[in-house]
């Protein structure tokens, strides 16, 4: 049986001319930027007023001296030259008020017969007890701490030394027998400040009623303070009414369509919108006004 010989044609590779090479891949676009409105700035300033009045504190439990001048002292054991004055003097648990006069507490007479203005600044490191000094320096923290992060030292520095001095002056109008210290005004002025800083910077808040309704429970807090004996209510609403002004000067902040469009990619500098919003501005200059004229 013979096998028939099969032949195989092998066709050429045709090219097809409608077929193109496609082109090579595009690198990968680069990683973007986390959004971030502002830097955070490492606070130091409030825990070193923090430090200061503490200091200053024990240095006025030391000038005291109640052993010395009193057999009523409370701790006296245990403390020594540090004992306490007795409740019926100073139920905050401190020194005398002829200490802490003598150490630059706040005295209307003072001021005004003896021209000695330099208290207005003095009295508000000073305080009056323990508990005083105690729940004063535990709202600073809780208050200053996060301010000076957002707004830094110099501008968080400024406005707790003007507001201590608008507290005192509020203090030497109403209270005119009795002597007055603690850092209550400035404590105000932050909380004050606090509260204006949101209105002047309120597009950049997502959550406004939570940011409101905790500001107000912590005014509230403090404000109750003053119900209790040896606190100055005049100084807190001093201190609160000018840290209240300030806020509007000291922590204006552009508002968010600004920060946002310049992070944005293809910013110019040409098309960026206006820095600041119209009520921002209205803020600041009636603010400027009434610190001013007041």
């Known amino acids: 049986m013979l096998s028939t010989p099969v032949e195989i044609e092998v066709q050429p590779r045709q090219t097809d001319p409608q077929r193109r090479i496609p082109p090579p891949p595009s690198p990968p676009p680069p990683p973007r930027r986390s959004f971030r409105l502002y830097k955070k700035c490492f606070p130091w300033i409030v825990p070193s007023i923090v430090v200061v009045n ?6 006025s439990m030391y ?4 052993p010395h001048n009193s057999n009523r002292c409370i701790g006296k054991p245990i403390l020594g030259r540090f004992a306490f004055q007795s409740t019926h003097e100073n139920p905050l648990l401190g020194p005398s008020a002829a200490t802490l006069l003598e150490m630059g507490a706040l005295h209307t007479r003072e001021v005004i017969e003896k021209h000695q203005v330099w208290r207005l600044a003095s009295c508000m490191w000073l305080h009056a007890g323990v508990f005083h000094i105690v729940a004063n320096m535990v709202s600073l923290l809780f208050v200053g701490l996060r301010l000076e992060e957002e707004f830094g030292f110099v501008r968080i520095g400024l406005l707790y030394v003007i507001a201590g001095i608008g ?25 004050g400040a606090m509260l204006s800083e949101l209105f002047v910077n309120w597009t950049i808040y997502e959550n406004k009623f939570e940011a409101i309704l905790t500001l107000v429970v912590i005014i509230i807090i403090n404000l109750a303070v003053g119900i209790l004996p040896h606190v100055d209510n005049f100084a807190h609403l001093g201190g609160f009414i000018t840290g209240f002004l300030l806020g509007f000067v000291l922590l204006i902040r552009p508002h968010f369509g600004y920060v946002k469009q310049r992070t944005a990619p293809g910013y110019s500098a040409n098309s960026c919108k206006s820095k600041y919003k119209l009520y921002q ?5 009636v603010s400027l006004i009434l610190l001013i004229v007041g």
Do not use: D, Q
């Not at 002597?179 to 005004?185: D, F, K, L």
């Not at 501005?281 to 200059?285: E, G, I, S």
């Open 63 to 66: 000038i005291n001296n109640c």
């Open 281 to 285: 501005y209205t803020m600041l200059v």
């Open 167 to 191: 507290g005192s002056l509020s203090s030497c109008l109403f209270v005119r027998s009795t002597i007055s210290v603690g850092a209550s005004g400035a404590l105000f002025g932050l909380l």
């Open 54 to 59: 503490s200091v200053l504190f024990l240095v």
